[in-house]
T-cell receptor, first 110, second 115 residues
Framework: KQEVTQIPAALSVPEGENLVLNCSFT??????LQWFRQDPGKGLTSLLLIQSSQREQTSGRLNASLDKSSGRSTLYIAASQPGDSATYLC?????????FGAGTRLTVKP | GAVVSQHPSRVICKSGTSVKIECRSLDFQATTMFWYRQFPKQSLMLMAT?????????EQGVEKDKFLINHASLTLSTLTVTSAHPEDSSFYICSALRAGNSPLHFGNGTRLTVT
């Protein structure tokens, strides 16, 4: 059964820093990996989707990489802003099995 | 873009009543829908996976007779919390998967409070 781990569980950084969030998974036979953002009490916002044949995706200040063989993905956030404060979740899935990590709670201090 | 509509966004009910939550894929056919629950300050937990026209697959520890899932069409899945109790108070989110190698789309969630 797929297990997804996110490190660190919480992260606090000053505004402007570049940071990396980590996601690891135990079963490399995945179709996709998706990074989400969740604000308190709100639903999920999809940030980046990496298909299994891809190695990375970029959107604005966000860059996500995927290394299936080692079961790892990273989410890189450049020039962090207070508005980036949220919980970031990674999810790995194949046809009918989808698992979330526990998330990383990010706080960006002004 | 693809949109998933979840309704209601908030519901308050009395203990012992049943609550139905709807999840609709608005512009695509969802072969699979997932239901999650999130308690305060905890991660999303998958409750069940439903495929159109078949019985839902429940995760271990989730009572299928309490959380009734119906996926009657390719655009609609419902979660009914039967005989709700205060401990069922939680944030419930659905997601829908279009066939093929496409991203998951999520509803905005339903905040259930049982008094």
């Amino acid at each position: 059964k797929q297990e997804v781990t996110q490190i660190p569980a919480a992260l606090s950084v000053p505004e402007g820093e570049n940071l990396v969030l980590n996601c690891s998974f135990t079963d490399s036979a995945i179709y996709n990996l998706q990074w989400f953002r969740q604000d308190p009490g709100k639903g999920l916002t999809s940030l980046l989707l990496i298909q299994s044949s891809q190695r990375e995706q970029t959107s604005g200040r966000l860059n996500a990489s995927l290394d299936k063989s080692s079961g790892r993905s990273t989410l890189y956030i450049a020039a962090s802003q207070p508005g980036d404060s949220a919980t970031y979740l990674c999810a790995v899935w194949n046809n009918n099995d989808m698992r979330f990590g526990a998330g990383t709670r990010l706080t960006v201090k002004p | 873009g693809a949109v998933v509509s979840q309704h209601p966004s908030r519901v308050i009910c009395k203990s012992g009543t049943s609550v139905k939550i709807e999840c609709r894929s608005l512009d695509f056919q969802a072969t699979t829908m997932f239901w999650y629950r999130q308690f305060p300050k905890q991660s999303l937990m998958l409750m069940a996976t439903s495929n159109e026209g078949s019985k839902a697959t429940y995760e271990q520890g989730v009572e299928k007779d309490k959380f009734l899932i119906n996926h009657a069409s390719l655009t609609l899945s419902t979660l009914t919390v039967t005989s709700a109790h205060p401990e069922d108070s939680s944030f419930y989110i659905c997601s829908a998967l279009r066939a093929g190698n496409s991203p998951l789309h999520f509803g905005n969630g339903t905040r259930l409070t049982v008094t």
